[in-house]
Nanobody
Framework: QVQLVESGGGLAQPGGSLRLSCTIS????????IGWFRRAPGKAREGISC????????YYADSVKGRFTISRDNAKNTVYLKINSLKPEDTGVYYC??????????????????????WGQGTQVTVSS
């Protein structure tokens, strides 16, 4: 059974940085597109970024563009989400999710949750001084 495990969350100060990790097992990451989602307190879950399984193409929601960077290391079966210039509104639970059946980035809605069939448990990010 495919599993995703997120890590790297925690308490950080505004203006700081965090790097979240999403590790897939016991399969090879090569065949999966990965998306990152977050749920801020009191808000619906939001799709924020994804990375293609094939050419490494990326997508960012407008709310995070310029501050978030998604990348993948297939040798480590891990996708990363680097968050710079942290803001209090970045607080929330961050989830990664996997899509093996297609490439979300060729669609008009790359963060459509139904593309992603396997989800991690999430990692908490709290941005506060």
């Amino acid at each position: 059974q495919v599993q995703l495990v997120e890590s790297g969350g925690g308490l950080a100060q505004p203006g700081g940085s965090l790097r979240l990790s999403c590790t897939i097992s016991p399969v090879t990451l090569d065949y999966y597109a990965i998306g990152w989602f977050r749920r801020a307190p009191g808000k619906a879950r939001e799709g924020i970024s994804c990375i293609s399984r094939s050419d490494g193409a990326t997508y960012y929601a407008d709310s995070v563009k310029g501050r978030f960077t998604i990348s993948r290391d297939n040798a480590k079966n891990t996708v990363y989400l680097k968050i710079n210039s942290l803001k209090p509104e970045d607080t929330g639970v961050y989830y990664c999710a996997a899509d093996r059946d297609g490439d979300p980035l060729i669609t008009s809605k790359p963060m459509f949750e139904e593309w992603y069939h396997t989800w991690g448990q999430g990692t908490q990010v709290t941005v506060s001084s």
